[in-house]
C-alpha cells in the first residue's frame, strides 16, 4: 500500500513563524478540470524559517513537483542517486514520482519558501529548468519581487478556495515559477554584466592571442554593438581598449622579470610587429619599452 504524505514524514513539522496551506484532494480535482488552472496550479505552498530538525523523506515521490528555494541556512536533498546542498539564494525543482529525502542543516537550519505544483505545463516547465532531466542546484539573486510574489499567492489561498481565488493562485504560481526558470530572460542585464566578467576572465587566458573585436563579441554570442555598448558600460573602455591594456600589464611584467627580448615578448601577448607594440607601449605607459625596462628591470 502506497504510503501518504504524512506517514512519509520523519518529523513532525511545526516551525516558529511557518507558513503552510495544503489543498485538499477534491480542490486538486477541480483545478485539473479548469481550462484556467489546469495548465499549472499550486498543490501546497509554504515558508519555513530557521527550520530546525526539518527532515522529509518520501520513498515513492509526490504525485507534484517541488521547488524548494533557500534564502538562508544550508541543507541537503538526495533524489535519484545524488546528493545536493542548497544554501542561500539557491534552488531546487524535485521532479514527481521520484524517491527523495531533505533534511535542513543541524548546525545552520535553512529556511526555505517551498512550493507544490502539477499541471498539463509542469512537466515542459521541469524540462525548461533540467539538465539532461537531472534536478540541479541553481544559485539566482535574492529579489524581494520573488518574495511578494509569494506572499500574494500564499494570501489568495488564505483567504478562501474560491474557483475565482484558485485561478487567481493559478495565475500567481506562474509568475512565481518564472522568476526561477526564466530568471535570465526576465533580468537579461544581470546576466549581461556576469557574462562582462567572463569575456574579461577569457581576455586574460588568450593575452597571446589578436582577437578582433567581432571574435571577442562571439564568443558569447552578442552582436559587435550590443557588446561593446554592456563593456564600456560596465568596464570605461572598449573591449579591445581593454584587451590592450592587458597586454601591456603583462609586457610591463615581463620587461621587469624576465630577459626576453621585445620581439619575444610581442609573441607571448599577441603582437606580431614589434614597432606597433612599441607605439601601443609608449602611448599607454608614456615611455618606450626599453626605458621601462631599464627603469624598473629587478634584478
Not at 512537466?123 to 542546484?137: C, F, G, Q, T
Not at 519581487?145 to 485561478?167: A, P, T
Request: charged share 20%; with cysteine.
Amino acid at each position: 500500500m502506497k504510503k501518504t504524505d504524512q506517514e512519509n514524514k520523519k518529523v513532525k513539522e511545526g516551525f516558529l513563524g511557518q507558513k503552510m496551506i495544503v489543498l485538499p484532494p477534491g480542490v486538486i480535482k477541480n483545478m485539473t478540470q479548469n481550462p484556467i488552472t489546469a495548465a499549472l496550479h499550486p498543490t501546497a505552498v509554504g515558508y519555513y524559517p530557521r527550520a530546525a530538525r526539518h527532515d522529509r523523506e518520501r520513498k515513492h515521490g509526490s504525485p507534484q513537483y517541488i521547488l524548494l528555494y533557500c534564502i538562508e541556512g544550508s541543507g541537503t536533498i538526495y533524489v535519484l542517486g545524488k546528493t545536493f546542498t542548497l544554501m542561500p539564494n539557491t534552488f531546487i525543482i524535485i521532479p514527481r514520482q521520484k524517491a527523495h529525502h531533505y533534511s535542513s542543516s543541524e548546525e545552520n537550519p535553512w529556511s526555505i519558501y517551498w512550493v507544490h505544483f502539477a499541471g498539463t505545463q509542469a512537466d515542459a516547465l521541469y524540462k525548461r529548468y533540467a539538465k539532461d532531466d537531472m534536478p540541479v542546484v541553481q544559485s539566482i539573486p535574492y529579489d524581494e519581487q520573488r518574495i511578494n510574489v509569494f506572499s500574494l499567492l500564499y494570501s489568495i489561498l488564505d483567504q478562501g478556495l474560491s474557483m475565482r481565488n484558485l485561478e487567481a493562485s493559478s495565475i500567481q504560481m506562474i509568475q512565481f515559477l518564472s522568476s526561477f526558470i526564466y530568471h535570465e530572460e526576465l533580468y537579461p542585464n544581470y546576466y549581461h554584466e556576469d557574462q562582462i566578467s567572463k569575456s574579461i576572465e577569457y581576455m586574460k587566458a588568450n593575452l597571446d592571442k589578436d582577437y578582433s573585436i567581432r571574435e571577442l563579441a562571439s564568443q558569447f554570442r552578442y552582436s559587435v554593438s550590443h557588446f561593446s555598448d554592456l563593456f564600456k558600460k560596465k568596464v570605461g573602455y572598449s573591449p579591445i581598449q581593454y584587451f590592450n591594456q592587458l597586454k601591456i600589464q603583462k609586457a610591463c611584467q615581463y620587461l621587469s622579470f624576465t630577459d626576453l627580448n621585445i620581439k619575444e615578448i610581442c609573441l607571448m601577448i599577441g603582437f606580431e610587429d614589434p614597432y606597433y607594440f612599441s607605439r601601443m607601449f609608449k602611448k599607454l605607459m608614456g615611455i618606450s619599452p626599453a626605458k621601462y625596462r631599464s627603469q624598473y628591470k629587478k634584478q
